[in-house]
């Protein structure tokens, strides 16, 4: 890994990608939608600033998150503080890349909702996550 790699997402960062990269309305329906299909525990790979965990959470699912990003997972963690006590117990969240994340824990639903996903690990990635749950829903913009 090299250090631009290492630190790509800095404070500033974080910071930005919280404005810029917002989940709109419809997104965030279609991820409750699809979790009141399957039901919790979920598990999202990528949950950066909790634009997809919070309201999961909100709706009443356990989420467990994993995000590489130690400043984005800071973001969610203020975030966390303004949400209710009940359903803070709801939320785990782990520093990890995915790739590298494991788990003994079985899920109903693990969700890759990101783009920042390296094509190369996909196919490991899905490999390992079909080990913890039968149901995955990837979401990915690949760019040219």
Not at 29 to 51: D, H, M, R, S, V
Not at 83 to 107: G, P
Not at 122 to 130: F, G
Request: proline share 1%.
């Amino acid at each position: 890994m090299t250090a631009m790699q290492k630190h790509y997402y800095d404070e500033f960062t974080a910071a930005v990608y919280e404005q810029e990269y917002s989940v709109s309305a419809k997104e965030t329906l279609f991820y409750i939608n699809i979790a009141e299909q399957t039901g919790g525990p979920i598990l999202e790979l990528g949950c950066g600033t909790g634009a997809i965990l919070l309201p999961l959470v909100e709706k009443g699912f356990t989420v467990v998150g994993v995000d590489s990003s130690e400043f984005m997972l800071n973001v969610l963690k203020r975030k966390i503080e303004r949400v209710n006590n009940k359903n803070k117990l709801k939320i785990t969240l782990f520093k990890s890349r995915m790739e590298d994340f494991e788990t003994s824990h079985q899920f109903n639903l693990i969700i890759i909702a990101n783009k920042g996903v390296n094509q190369d690990n996909m196919k490991r990635i899905i490999v390992e996550a079909k080990t913890i749950s039968n149901n995955l829903l990837v979401n990915l913009f690949i760019g040219s």
